[in-house]
């Protein structure tokens, strides 16, 4: 346990010191050349040490470890971290890095603050589909804060055109192109995770007698809005009148109604989920 308390007071600090060695590319050619590969190093041995602490709570407890609201907040902030580890490796983005570790940085102090970040058996995933409905939320989750943050760049990029600021965070800035191509795919990797994980999820409410699960639960009600709204941003591209910047505002409001679905499902008391 001692090894537990450790990692989860060190993993935001871990993950806001990465994002500070981001944040040194924003000083353009002065950067340190060392920074790129200590940014990088930091960065997977966070994950590495965050991938550890739930080794640590399924080792200790026998159980798959997602499970209460601080777990799965955490969970939400490695596949996150994971995923623009992932999306940066064929076009590196050091200023998108800092934007979003940061975001994790604080969903992991948000789980910590929930704590104490332990497994139990209270509630564990029992069976196949609980465990693959835990994974695939946790992936859409990330890609949809992925899909937000994007998005929201987008708009300050589009902003800084269009007074004609092209000074430093102009130029540290990912182009329009990408960071609205890549708004819309991390929506639809989103919109696919969420299809798979709602089916799944509701599937598991009827099959368990002892559920309240309900269409009518706002939880519920939160989810398949976000699936509906991430559809729409995915396919906006075909959409007439729905344009990138369009699509940026709505994945940068579909971020902030996520935060709000896990702000409920952190408490017991308005969420069906047996935490």
């Known amino acids: 346990m001692r090894s537990v308390q450790v990692l989860t007071v060190s993993l935001p600090l871990l993950y806001a010191g990465t994002a500070a060695l981001y944040a040194l590319s924003y000083a353009g050619e002065r950067t340190p050349a060392w920074s790129q590969t200590a940014r990088r190093v930091l960065l997977l041995a966070t994950i590495a ?21 601080a777990l799965t907040i955490s969970g939400v902030a490695l596949t996150t971290a994971i995923l623009f580890r992932l999306v940066s490796l064929r076009v590196p983005q050091p200023t998108v890095g800092t934007l979003v570790l ?17 497994a139990s058996e209270a509630a564990p995933a029992k069976n ?6 835990i994974v695939v939320m946790l992936l859409a989750s990330a890609a949809l804060v992925l899909s937000g943050v994007y998005g929201w760049l987008h708009l300050v990029q589009y902003r800084q055109m269009q007074r004609r600021a ?9 182009s329009l192109e990408l960071l609205s191509r890549t708004t819309r795919r991390a929506a639809l990797a989103g919109f696919l995770c969420l299809t798979v994980g709602l089916n799944v999820g509701i599937g598991l ?3 368990t007698p002892e559920s309240a699960f309900s ?17 729409v941003i995915a396919f906006s591209g075909r959409i007439p ?20 679905a896990i702000g409920v499902m952190a408490f017991p008391a308005l969420s069906f989920h047996a935490f």
């Open 205 to 207: 409410g009827h099959a």
């Open 128 to 133: 196949g589909a609980a465990i693959l409905h």
């Open 215 to 231: 269409y009518g639960d706002p939880e519920v009600i939160l989810v398949m809005a976000l699936w509906i709204h991430f559809g």
């Open 49 to 69: 040490a965050h991938v550890g602490l739930f080794g640590l709570h399924a080792q200790t407890h026998g159980a798959f470890p997602i499970q209460g609201a």
């Open 102 to 118: 940061t975001a994790v940085a604080l969903l992991q102090w948000a789980a910590a603050a929930f704590g104490p970040v332990t």
């Open 166 to 174: 092209f000074g430093r965070l102009f130029r540290n800035l990912p």
């Open 241 to 260: 009148g729905l344009n990138a910047r369009r699509a940026s505002y709505a994945a940068l409001g579909g971020l902030l109604t996520l935060l709000v």
